[in-house]
DNA sequence: GCTATTTGACCCTA
DNA sequence: TAGGGTCAAATAGC
């Protein structure tokens, strides 16, 4: 168990191919990492909350949660304050430039041939903007679905070179709440040793766009997701409302944490002058066992989001309780 | 009937 | 020009 997580860690840290810490000047590896320690946070939400919905520390947990997001946003702002005065505004790309829609020019027997389209060139063109990976957070996760938010699959493809597809989601509220928050998700062609021996399927999302929308974590109204949803071995293609699809949750092994005490304590100093500094302890102590070995690998891979940068964080794991 | 997903076509970018 | 992101009609599921 204590390899195969670290095995985990390893391709966290892989991501994306930086595990370095802040280069110069450069902020921008540095805001990469931390949006996508907020996307870890909130997958941890939306783990650990439904557990403990009928549990009186879900509100302290959610506090504490709370708090480490609201660590990173301040941390992002500050640093995109730092951006934004070392250069002009350059491209808020992917998301602010608008799509010329194609009006349908369908006829009823189905899609329009080539010549018929040709024909009616009048018509304003479908514009596809290629995303900028300057806008990406992208992570490793066995629980693709899990984020705390709401999504509409839109798309699927074939990669070059991928055996598996790569599907294409948007917020839901994209339409009532302009919300242009996206991501992407592509199983990985290889596989994680999960805590309990089992070889887990680990899928790659990459998120682009912030949410606007209020229906997320953000906004405290939280996708309430069952334990039981929780699922390691999920197809790409399903998405969190097919849920009754979903198979059970990961079966734990005899070499499972069962109970034991997970103590993580997380401490991060984020502005200036080093007011604002959030401790989480003892997270995992809350938990029901079912969850501890999702949790455990949610908490590393936050840990090693966190770690390449050079703020005041530390992670303390009590590795003689976590590893059996 | 409504909503979400599937899937082939379209079109932009590298 | 190939690859990949998005659109939108068709389809499935409730």
Redesign the pocket.
């Known amino acids: 168990m204590k390899q195969s997580s670290k095995r985990y860690l390893a391709s966290v840290c892989d991501t994306d191919g930086q595990c370095s810490p802040t280069h110069g000047c450069d902020h921008k590896p540095a805001l990469r990492e931390i949006a996508r320690g907020q996307c870890l946070v909130t997958q941890l939400r939306a783990i650990v909350l439904p557990a403990l919905q009928a549990d009186e520390r879900g509100d302290l947990a959610a506090q504490m949660l709370e708090g480490i997001l609201d660590c990173s946003r301040k941390a992002m702002s500050e640093l995109q304050l730092l951006l934004s005065c070392e250069a002009p505004d350059e491209d808020h790309a ?1 998301d602010d430039k608008s ?1 010329v ?2 009006i ?1 020019c ?1 006829d009823h ?4 041939s ?1 010549a018929a ?1 040709n024909k009616k060139n009048a018509k304003p ?7 900028r990976f300057d806008d990406s957070v992208s992570l490793e996760t066995p629980v693709p679905h899990y984020d705390g938010h709401q999504w ?6 074939h ?2 070179n991928s055996k598996h597809p ?1 599907s ?1 989601y948007r917020c ?1 509220y994209r339409q009532e709440e302009k919300c242009k928050a ?1 991501k ?1 998700v592509q199983q990985r062609e290889d596989r994680y040793a999960s805590s309990n021996g089992d070889h887990s399927v680990m899928y790659t999302v990459v998120y682009y766009g912030q949410h606007t929308c209020c229906k997320g974590p953000a906004g405290h109204d939280h996708v309430v997701v069952e334990p039981s949803q929780i699922s390691t071995t999920e197809s790409p ?3 969190q ?2 849920s ?1 699809d979903a198979p059970p949750p990961p079966a734990h092994g005899d070499n499972n944490i069962h109970g034991n005490n997970v103590s993580v304590t997380c401490s991060l100093v984020v502005t200036e002058d080093g007011q604002a500094s959030m401790d989480s302890n003892k997270l995992l102590d809350m938990l029901p066992e079912a969850d501890d070995d999702l949790t455990t690998d949610v908490l590393f891979d936050m840990a090693a989001a966190y770690a390449p940068l050079d703020l005041d964080i530390n992670w303390e794991i009590d590795a003689d309780t976590l590893w059996l």
């Open positions: 992917v799509r829609r194609k349908s369908s027997d189905g899609r329009s080539k389209e063109l479908r514009q596809h903007k290629r995303r509409r699959k839109y798309g699927q493809k990669i070059n790569r294409y839901t996206t992407t293609s399903q998405s409302s097919s009754s």
